[in-house]
């Protein structure tokens, strides 16, 4: 298990619409849209919890999925955010409440 | 049409400030100086149906007049933020704007072209601290609602507007403008004409639907999810400013406008049946 953790940018603006999370990079205005699991796992992200810690506690019991597995995924998907800026890793993380839904 | 001549204290004697025109578009009157009498009656033509004198304008810009360019820039006006001072430049003007002090000038030939971006601009600066926008739309209002037809150029906008039945009363052809409201979404008629030439009504109405333009072989109506319709929304919006937190307050402004008013996609034939498919 991973002790990776992440915490969102405050450089972005994000929404809530239905299940999914538009999140708007500020500086070069990118858009994307996360799935329901990928929403989960940003929302929890707030530099606090591992990101095991977070598949452990919001993705394996709603999903049924292994651990290892949903990990792997998770991973995965934190790397292609902090790539983007979107998501920063725990050390240069600066905690930022989700905007208003 | 014009403005009282106000007195600024200026040491021990009194400076006198241009004469100016109110121009008031949504609902948010703004005062344009300038010492020169045609250019004056310039504005005053040009922005007939939205003139409002007895308006009291909380935002005001002089206008300083030079020399023809050679050439009208085709390039996009630049927009710039330092604390709370916008500058925004283009070929043939330079302007800036306290957002605090709601005060400006204009640098700028005596064309109508660099003050009309001046005022679209500003208007989309002021509407993003209220929820509200400038959107690359055509809008009508009938029975009361408005309706929103979003599109890049050649996607129908002017057509649509062309084609309002006669109850309709179109708001613009090119550019709409839109603010929240204590009860809800409303659309603004504007002076910013596209093809159509012609300034919108200067009325206001809530807004009932946004329409996503595309042109098919038969019309058709489709709801849009509302991730997809707030990329749309985005896409469309007059985005001037990359300043991040302009760019944030924009993008909560779409989210919240999807939230609140239902988004089609409307695929037409440019005939007049289309209407009888909106309201």
Redesign the interface.
């Known amino acids: 298990m991973t002790s990776k953790r992440y915490a969102r940018s405050p ?1 972005v ?1 994000a ?1 809530r ?2 299940d ?1 999370i ?1 999140i ?1 990079s ?2 070069d ?1 990118t ?1 994307f ?1 996360l799935n329901e699991v990928a929403a989960l796992i940003w929302e929890a992200s707030d530099g606090s919890l591992a990101l095991s810690e977070i598949v452990e506690r919001d993705i394996c019991p709603a999903y049924d999925v292994p651990a290892d597995l949903a990990l792997q995924d998770a991973e995965l998907l934190a790397e292609e955010l902090a790539a983007h800026g979107i998501l920063l890793p725990r050390e240069e993380a600066v905690f930022t409440a989700l ?2 839904k | 049409m014009i403005a009282g001549t106000s007195l600024a204290a200026s040491g021990t004697a009194p400076r006198t400030e241009p004469q100016g025109v109110v121009i008031e578009i949504g609902g948010i009157p703004i005062l344009l100086r300038s010492g020169d009498a045609k250019f004056r009656a310039m504005l005053e033509q040009r922005y007939a149906g939205f003139l409002n004198p007895s308006a009291q304008p909380a935002n005001e810009f002089t206008i300083y007049l030079n020399p023809p360019p050679t050439k009208i820039p085709d390039a996009d006006a630049q927009v710039f933020r330092n604390d709370s001072v916008w500058r925004i430049e283009r070929g043939d003007f330079r302007a800036e704007w306290d957002a605090e002090a709601c005060r400006g000038y204009v640098q700028q030939s005596a064309n109508p072209y660099a003050i009309d971006t001046v005022l679209r601009i500003t208007h989309s600066l002021v509407l993003a601290g209220k929820s509200g926008f400038l959107l690359h739309a055509a809008s009508a209002s009938r029975n009361g609602c408005a309706f929103l037809f979003a599109g890049a150029s050649g996607a129908g906008k002017t057509t649509l507007a062309r084609l309002a039945p006669q109850d309709a009363k179109v708001l613009t052809d090119e550019v709409s403008y839109v603010r929240r409201q204590k009860d809800g979404y409303f659309a603004f008629g504007t002076p910013f004409a596209g093809e159509l030439a012609k300034v919108g009504e200067n009325i206001r109405a809530p807004i009932a639907a946004l329409f996503l333009l595309a042109k098919g072989s038969r019309n058709r109506i489709e709801p849009v999810a509302r991730t997809e319709a707030v990329r749309a929304l985005l896409s469309n919006i007059l985005f001037f400013a990359e300043d991040p937190e302009f760019v944030k307050l924009v993008f909560h402004s779409a989210c919240e406008f999807v939230g609140l008013v239902p988004v089609y996609r409307l695929t037409f034939v440019p005939n007049a049946h289309v209407w009888e498919m909106i309201g």
């Open positions: 450089q603006a929404r619409l239905g999914e538009m708007m500020a500086p205005s858009l849209t905007g208003p």
